[in-house]
Nanobody, 123 residues
Framework: QVQLVESGGGLVQAGGSLRLSCAAS????????MGWYRQAPGKERELVAR???????SYADSVKGRFTISRDNAKNTVYLQMNNLKPEDTAVYYC?????????????????WGQGTQVTVSS
């Protein structure tokens, strides 16, 4: 059983910062790409940032220069440092990871989601 547990959300004023964390636990063989998504009320879930196992990163245009994704492979944890937050960043933030688990003599890679953490930015 694999779990992703997020933390670090909260209420912050515009211009402020927050750091989200997402820790994976369970019978993990390996973790490939990890990412952060967000969903605002009435909107579809969108990709915010992703990072590969080798450390390559990509960002949504709306957060470039303000958000930084990183990971600690030893801790199976991905982070999202969010600076200069804006009211339009308000959303539930979810982490997603491609995780391989041992299956007999091989491994099976599946996508797992965290439960989400609320980020609210006041103007």
């Amino acid at each position: 059983q694999v779990q992703l547990v997020e933390s670090g959300g909260g209420l912050v004023q515009a211009g402020g910062s927050l750091r989200l964390s997402c820790a994976a636990s369970g019978s993990i063989f390996s973790i490939n790409t990890m990412g952060w998504y967000r969903q605002a009320p009435g909107k579809e879930r969108e990709l915010v940032a992703r990072i590969t196992s080798g450390g390559s990163t990509s960002y949504a245009d709306s957060v470039k220069g303000r958000f930084t994704i990183s990971r600690d492979n030893a801790k199976n944890t991905v982070y999202l440092q969010m600076n200069n937050l804006k009211p339009e960043d308000t959303a539930v933030y979810y982490c997603k990871a491609a995780i391989a688990t041992a299956q007999g003599r091989g491994a099976l890679t599946q996508y797992y989601w965290g439960q989400g953490t609320q980020v609210t930015v006041s103007s």
